[in-house]
């Protein structure tokens, strides 16, 4: 049975970081695409960032780059999203997913074949 378990969400002022874990378990994750959407109350749930589990090129959507960065240990089977400067806006909770590498970057939510149960993340002002 394939699992991906968030944790790390939480209460921060904006300007604050944060940092998410996914722990993946269940099958074994070389040919996917790993990454985190987010969605926030009364909206659909967003693309934020990939990347493929063997590694090698990150993607992210515009309103992140430079604030995230998402990375992945593979001794861990964990994947990462770090999350600095963070605003208001980024308040929603936050999934993990996971999809065939033929789906690269993933940025669409129909293309993620797992997702995990998601984690809230508020920023206050």
């Known amino acids: 049975q394939v699992q991906l378990e968030e944790s790390g969400g939480g209460l921060v002022q904006a300007g604050d970081s944060l940092r998410l874990s996914c722990a993946a378990s269940?099958?074994?994750?070389?040919?996917?695409?790993m990454g985190w959407f987010r969605q926030a109350p009364g909206k659909e749930r967003e693309f934020v960032a990939a990347l493929p589990w063997s590694g090698g090129s990150t993607y992210y959507t515009d309103s992140v780059k430079g604030r995230f960065t998402i990375s992945r240990d593979t001794a861990k089977n964990t994947v990462y999203l770090q999350m600095n400067s963070v605003k208001p806006e980024d308040t929603a909770v936050y999934f993990c997913?996971?999809?065939?590498?033929?789906?690269?970057?993933?940025?669409?939510?129909?293309?993620?074949?797992?997702w995990g149960q998601g984690t809230q993340v508020t920023v206050s002002s």
């Open positions: 997913a996971a999809g065939p590498i033929t789906k690269w970057p993933m940025r669409d939510a129909t293309e993620v074949e797992y």
């Open positions: 269940g099958r074994t994750f070389t040919w996917y695409v």
